[in-house]
């Protein structure tokens, strides 16, 4: 009978931590959203250039 209680405390336990989890998830995208819009606004650029190429060290050693 303890077990059955005790098992059920963990059930809602967890439950409540995986709903706040999804609240910080949910948050954080709200917020990066928001951000990308303002910098939007302001004209900042967002994200790598249209033709642009990133070049890296492990790339250039691999091909020779």
């Known amino acids: 009978?303890?077990?059955?209680?005790?098992?059920?405390g963990l059930?809602?336990?967890?439950?409540i931590?995986?709903?706040q989890a999804e609240?910080?998830?949910?948050d954080l995208h709200q917020r990066t959203k928001e951000?990308?819009?303002t910098a939007r606004l302001?004209?900042?650029q967002i994200g790598q250039k249209k033709g642009n190429k990133?070049?890296?060290?492990?790339a250039v050693l691999a091909k020779y």
């Open 1 to 8: 009978m303890k077990r059955n209680i005790i098992g059920r």
């Open 42 to 44: 302001i004209g900042k």
């Open 54 to 58: 990133l070049n890296v060290k492990k």
């Open 17 to 19: 931590a995986f709903d």
């Open 11 to 15: 059930d809602q336990q967890m439950r």
């Open 23 to 26: 609240k910080e998830v949910q």
């Open 35 to 37: 951000g990308i819009q």
